[in-house]
């Protein structure tokens, strides 16, 4: 099993930026595909961005290119979400998530999955 660790939620202004981390206890961390998935308010959850194991290859939904950065640190076995420029429909649950196979910017897949963690973006 994969024990999947968030970190880093919580209310924030538009504009402002918040942190998120999500702390693995896979014991081959970097050959694990990891994500971010967040699921608004009356909305479906959906991909909001990905690394491959290396670090090398990245996807972002498009509402989030330029203002999200995902990254990761395979010796502390964690992943990031840095999220600047926030904006209230940002406002989600956002859920860790990883697999050990499948491409990077596929949805599909994701079979561990740590507990969501709540981001509020006010206006």
């Known amino acids: 099993q994969v024990q999947l660790v968030p970190s880093g939620g919580g209310l924030v202004q538009a504009g402002g930026s918040l942190r998120l981390s999500c702390a693995a206890s896979?014991?081959?961390?970097?050959?694990?595909?990891m994500g971010w998935f967040r699921q608004a308010p009356g909305q479906e959850r959906e991909l909001a961005a990905s690394?491959?194991?290396?670090?090398?290859?990245?996807y972002y939904a498009d509402s989030l290119k330029g203002r999200f950065t995902i990254s990761r640190d395979n010796a502390k076995n964690t992943m990031y979400l840095q999220m600047n420029s926030l904006k209230p429909e940002d406002t989600a649950v956002y859920y860790c998530?990883?697999?050990?196979?499948?491409?990077?910017?596929?949805?599909?897949?994701?079979?561990?999955w740590g507990q969501g963690t709540q981001v509020t973006v006010s206006s």
């Open positions: 690394i491959s194991g290396n670090g090398r290859d990245t």
């Open positions: 896979a014991r081959t961390f970097s050959s694990i595909v």
């Open positions: 998530a990883a697999k050990y196979g499948g491409g990077t910017a596929t949805a599909g897949g994701f079979n561990y």
